[in-house]
Every structure is written in structure tokens, then in C-alpha cells.
């Protein structure tokens, strides 16, 4: 098993950027695809990105792309979400899940596909 911390949230103007950070604990970390998720309020859980065991593969949702960016450094366990010009629409609870599996591609654009999770951080940008 793995646990997941979530940190890095807060409370931010429109246009600025947060770098929000999952520190794993327990099995070797390398093993997991790592998630990014997001839940605003009254809205389903929605993919924010993934990237792959060794860090060289990333995919993102339409909404995010070319504004974040997910990096992994296995040696010190955590997954980054680099978050830049942010909007208010960016404003929910981030969560970052993992999971041990291998999956098609696009299945890990579905919560489904992820065993574990973290409390999630809140993110709030002010316009």
C-alpha cells in the first residue's frame, strides 16, 4: 500500500501560480502512476493530469494544458503539480491518486483506475 499527502494549496489571485505536492509513503514509489484530480464545489470529481512511473510521460485535461505541469521525483517520493495563470475556474480541492497498475492509456484519465488517494489540498483563486 501506498499513502498519499497532498500540500501546497491556498488561497491565490487570478494569473498567479501554486505548486502543489503529494508525498507518498510506504511501497517503492517508481512503481505507481500518479494522478491529479480536482473537485469544485457541487461538481464531479474531474482529470487534471497524470504522468507515468518514471516521469517521462505526462497527459493532461484540455482545460489544464499548456498551464500545468506534473513532474515526479522518485528519490523523494512526491509528484508536483506546477499550477500557472490560474482563473478562478481552477478553484476546488485538489487530489492526487495512485495506482500500481497498467492500464490503456486512457484509462488513467478515470478515477476508477486509481487504488489510492490522498485528503486533497484546497485551492482558491481570487479574481
Known amino acids: 500500500q501506498v499513502q498519499l499527502v497532498e500540500s501546497g494549496g491556498g488561497l491565490v489571485q487570478a494569473g498567479g501560480s501554486l505548486r502543489l505536492s503529494c508525498i507518498a509513503s510506504g511501497r517503492t514509489f517508481s512503481i505507481y502512476v500518479v494522478g491529479w484530480f480536482r473537485q469544485a464545489p457541487g461538481k464531479e470529481r474531474e482529470f487534471v493530469g497524470r504522468?507515468?512511473?518514471?516521469?517521462?510521460?505526462?497527459d493532461y485535461a484540455d482545460s489544464v494544458k499548456g498551464r500545468f505541469t506534473i513532474s515526479r521525483d522518485n528519490a523523494k517520493n512526491t509528484v508536483y503539480l506546477q499550477m500557472n495563470r490560474l482563473t478562478p475556474d481552477d478553484t476546488a480541492v485538489y487530489y492526487c491518486a495512485a495506482t500500481p497498475s497498467s492500464y490503456y492509456r486512457g484509462t488513467y484519465l478515470r478515477s476508477i483506475a486509481y487504488d489510492y488517494w490522498g485528503q486533497g489540498t484546497q485551492v482558491t483563486v481570487d479574481s
Open positions: 504522468v507515468s512511473r518514471t516521469g517521462d510521460s505526462t
